[in-house]
């Protein structure tokens, strides 16, 4: 691959324009975007000209750039979680409609919790995670309930790399997972906001791993936890016969 | 940028190569990638490598390659259908589930109708949207409701382009395109499949122009058609207030 004179990959450079954009920021300047991705302002403008025109990324009439239709097609049409996302979909409804609460579906990736769909009514308690966002692990029941459910060697390289966070904020930490073996989900009260309850349970393959996790937010001290946990329980069973091979049916 | 001895530049290949994966082929051999992307089979091999350290395609353990998660999470974050999506998608439960038919939504995209989003009911007739698939805009309701309602110039361009295709299905276009605006929706039978209808409706902005459309696919002859259309129109309606900047309410 070629290299800048820094031994910055041409892959490298595209990798940190994409990455400049998130939520709070779907469309930048073309000088902010040089700032945030790290890149000279010269190939930046020179790289901009061959990502528009593949579609990868847009330019608004005002001049700014933003992410392009292109790539957006290009990673949906055969993303890995679309049987997992169109398994959960309705059962995602299901719970919203009859919880009334944001519902939301997250697997653990390079040991964050990715969020890769979310469900919102008008009304709901405050929520911190948006479709194709990060949280910690170790702050959030998805994130606690997906450990849980890993296989051990998965567990022991993430405490590895960050058993330090997790035992201050969780010095029971065996024991609690422990816990969420045993309940079959995984529940704590203001992790990330002090006003709302997380629950999350896990959706399970035939070897009882996580394949993700389907979990909703309700205020702090709510009677509507217990049934949500079960409407929790009955959706994630539910989806995972969804994915099953049909002979497993 | 960087070009090969073929003047094919490192974009252009990165493109071609996760162009070479959809819903029907969401993994592949690195021959069969080779092959379909039209790299040289010892330049994919290398530039695998750098895209799976990158994280924007993954190998499976088998050796076979799949898209990465990373570059779905690059392209959903701060996508510009994340508004429109998010706005569309508890409408398109409640019509998933008033109606009990597959329920899309789509936005006109480089000549093509491009699914952003579908939700389907077990028992739902044939339908051959996916989610990011395109379709032709002459074969789909969706399509003509997306042309009825764009601007003239981009009507013109496109007959301009594919106007013998579609004057072949539409010999009365002008008059089906004004049928569409007068009534507000568009429905035709068997455009792709002989067995189902498809109906839409559009979600316009604040000139009249549609900023995507909403659709259910019926069984043909179906009583349900007259009740799905009011459905579309009432849902299109709230999505396009939700849309709104909230002075305009």
């Given amino acids: 691959m070629a290299n800048s004179p820094s031994g910055d990959s041409m ?7 994409l990455d400049a954009f998130d939520a709070q920021n779907p469309t930048l300047t073309v000088n902010a975007l040089a700032r945030r991705a790290d890149v000279p302002r010269a190939t930046t403008y020179r790289l901009l000209e061959s990502l528009v025109s593949h ?7 005002d ?26 979909l309705p059962f995602m409804e299901d719970i919203n409609q009859l919880v009334g609460q944001n519902t939301q579906l ?33 702050l959030t029941s998805m994130g606690m309930a997906l450990l849980a ?13 960050h058993g330090e966070a997790m035992v201050a904020r969780h010095p029971k930490l065996r024991h609690e997972l422990a816990e ?7 529940t704590f009260d203001g992790l990330i906001d002090p006003e709302s309850t997380g629950a999350a349970a896990p959706i399970l393959d035939t070897r009882g791993h996580a394949l993700a996790v389907l979990a909703v937010v309700v205020p702090r001290g709510s ?12 959706a994630t069973r539910g989806i995972a016969r969804a994915l099953a091979p049909a002979t497993e049916h």
């Fill in 11 to 17: 892959l490298d450079r595209l990798v940190r324009i």
């Fill in 55 to 61: 579609g990868l990324l847009a330019r608004d009439a």
């Fill in 63 to 88: 001049g700014q750039v933003r992410l392009g239709m292109r790539l957006w097609e290009l990673a949906n049409r055969s993303a890995s979680t679309l049987d997992l996302r169109q398994a959960a």
């Fill in 106 to 138: 997250a697997v653990l990736h390079e040991d964050d919790v990715l969020v890769i769909e979310r469900l919102s009514r008008p009304g709901s308690v405050v929520n911190q995670a948006n479709v194709a966002g990060r949280m910690p692990v170790h």
């Fill in 149 to 161: 459910y890993s296989p051990a060697s998965v567990l022991e390289g993430y405490l590895e790399r």
């Fill in 180 to 186: 969420i073996r045993r309940t079959g989900y995984a």
């Fill in 223 to 234: 009677d509507l936890l217990p049934a949500a946990v079960m409407a929790l329980q009955t």
